[in-house]
């Protein structure tokens, strides 16, 4: 109970950090919104695979060492959710990411 309360409280932190970094990367004049969208698909990504992850039992240090590897992989699938999201009003931003979220986090069958 300890381990999953102390990762819950590192996930927190952690996508805390990742909204911070989003916001001040807009504050930045001309390349701000185009960075802040580009980390924004990243975190996207992160966020959709951390469930699975959590399930392989792979550590904070594996999921973000996945993630730093594999960035151009994480980019290009957190890329359409934010795209759709990205603009909105963050009650809005919310609501079009409930409905989005499952078509991210399945399996396609062949």
């Not at 916001?23 to 701000?32: A, D, E, H, K, S």
């Not at 890329?79 to 963050?90: K, N």
Request: proline share 5%; aromatic share 20%.
């Amino acid at each position: 109970m300890t381990i999953d309360l102390v990762s819950s409280v590192n996930t927190i932190i952690l996508y805390g950090n990742f909204a911070l970094f989003i916001t001040f990367l807009r504050c930045i004049p001309f390349v701000g919104s185009i960075l802040s969208f580009l980390v924004y698909s990243i975190v996207m990504s992160y966020y959709c695979f951390e469930y699975k992850w959590i399930n392989q039992d792979w550590t904070m240090e594996q999921r973000m060492v996945y993630a730093e590897e594999h960035w151009a992989y994480c980019l290009g699938f957190g890329l359409p959710a934010t795209t759709l999201i990205f603009f909105l009003s963050t009650l809005r931003a919310g609501g079009v990411f409930a409905l989005i979220y499952p078509s991210v986090s399945n399996l396609p069958l062949p």
